[in-house]
């Protein structure tokens, strides 16, 4: 009888992997990303609280795997380098690889439960593949909480201290000139609260009620102002607004001309688009009340405006830096990848039988628009760690 054919196991014992490469790489930027070791030390609350539960017991499932699968690779590969295979080898190789070889739990069945013939104990098994399976959705899990939370702190924690300094600075001016010191009272408690719940459930946080706050502080600022001074301080604010919108032109052309240069060349998912309606209108009727004299209405409308305006340029920068951001790190692995074949060239490896189709395969991904960098990056990587692990085994 012929032994079944070890192809697809060696198919996929390369892909495994290749895939654990990856996959040590990110749990190790998943470990040092700042939001996950904040909501580590944090003592959390609310849906924040709730949502990083879950994900602290999938990255035990994570790491749990990655042990458990690192393992059941190893002993793949060092069965199947062995010089000579037997049929039992290989149907070994192939078992370990392809079949129900992982055993992730063990649960002994209580004497009172087990039939006379019944087993004293049940395992649990997988394949590698659905181990890594398993793997890919509790990685998504604890990454998706920590990338949210950390984006939440990151945007809002900034604007609370902004909306801090403004409260204190009205309320020196309140003490100084006199004005209604409830109202800022009032800014003040909310603040409070606010910034008391960001800081332990960042996804529980209202970002309303930090506009609200702001709302207040503008109109307990308009309230203490006289009207000459609420004159000159918001022609002020509105020249600065003025050049705020040159600056947001400026950010969208940069923008428009960044997102354009990397059309088609990269994945359409990959590249950021920033949307949102015209904000030129809304600073004309500002414009509009100011010429008419209307100043007590101006202020929450600027504050507004300039709120959004400061929201967009950084959004449209934000999304200029990824999109030429896109083509630098192609470029670079480009080069990452010439200075390899060129290394192979000088060991002599420049048509080995392995590393050609891994060099080939490179080159096709980040040849070929549009460029999927993920992909081309785990290509890159393959190749490279093929043609190092060829020379340490060679000598060459």
Not at 72 to 100: C, E, M, N, P, Y
């Given at each position: 009888?012929t ?69 059941a690779?190893a002993q ?13 080898d ?26 006379l013939?019944g ?48 409260v ?13 010191q ?107 009340l100011?010429?008419a ?6 202020s ?23 999109n ?5 790190t ?6 990452r ?25 490179a080159?096709?991904?980040l040849?070929t ?13 393959a190749?490279?760690d ?6 340490a085994?060679?000598?060459?």
């Amino acid at each position: 009888m012929t032994a079944p054919s070890i192809a697809p196991a060696d198919a996929e014992l390369l892909r495994l992997e290749t895939a654990m490469t990856a996959i040590a790489a990110n749990l190790v930027d998943l470990d040092d990303n700042p939001a996950r070791k904040d909501l580590d030390k944090t003592k959390l609350t609310g849906k924040t609280a709730e949502a990083w539960a879950d994900a602290t017991d999938a990255l035990a499932q994570l790491w749990d795997g990655y042990r458990m699968l690192t393992d059941a690779i190893a002993q793949a590969r060092s069965l199947r380098d062995q010089r000579k295979l037997s049929d039992a080898d290989r149907a070994t190789f192939v078992h370990r690889v392809l079949g129900k070889s992982i055993t992730l739990s063990t649960t002994t069945v209580p004497l009172a439960q087990r039939g006379l013939l019944g087993a004293g104990q049940v395992h649990t098994t997988c394949t590698p593949a659905e181990l890594l399976s398993a793997m890919e959705a509790a990685f998504q899990t604890a990454v998706s909480v920590a990338t949210r939370a950390g984006e939440v702190w990151q945007r809002l924690f900034p604007a609370a201290a902004d909306a801090t300094a403004s409260v204190d600075n009205v309320r020196v001016l309140i003490r100084l000139h006199g004005g209604n010191q409830a109202t800022i009272d009032e800014a003040d408690r909310r603040l409070g609260r606010f910034t008391a719940a960001l800081a332990t459930d960042p996804l529980g946080v209202e970002e309303r009620e930090l506009n609200a706050v702001r709302d207040l502080v503008a109109r307990a600022d308009a309230e203490r102002t006289s009207a000459a001074e609420l004159k000159e301080t918001l022609t002020h604010r509105l020249a600065e607004a003025h050049a705020l919108a040159g600056e947001l032109a400026e950010a969208q052309g940069a923008a428009e001309a960044a997102r354009e240069k990397a059309a088609d060349r990269f994945r359409e998912q990959d590249i950021i688009r920033v949307r949102g309606g015209d904000l030129r209108p809304d600073l004309a009727a500002v414009d509009a009340l100011a010429a008419a004299g209307q100043w007590a209405l101006i202020s929450p409308r600027l504050a507004d405006w300039t709120r959004r305006a400061r929201e967009r340029v950084a959004a449209l920068r934000h999304a200029t830096a990824h999109n030429d951001g896109l083509l630098v790190t192609r470029n670079e692995l480009r080069g990452r990848l010439d200075a390899y074949r060129a290394k192979a060239l000088r060991r002599g490896l420049g048509e080995d039988g392995r590393l050609t189709p891994l060099a080939d395969a490179a080159h096709t991904a980040l040849y070929t628009a549009p460029c999927d960098l993920d992909a081309a990056r785990v290509a890159v990587n393959a190749y490279q760690d093929a043609l190092t692990g060829t020379i340490a085994r060679d000598g060459r």
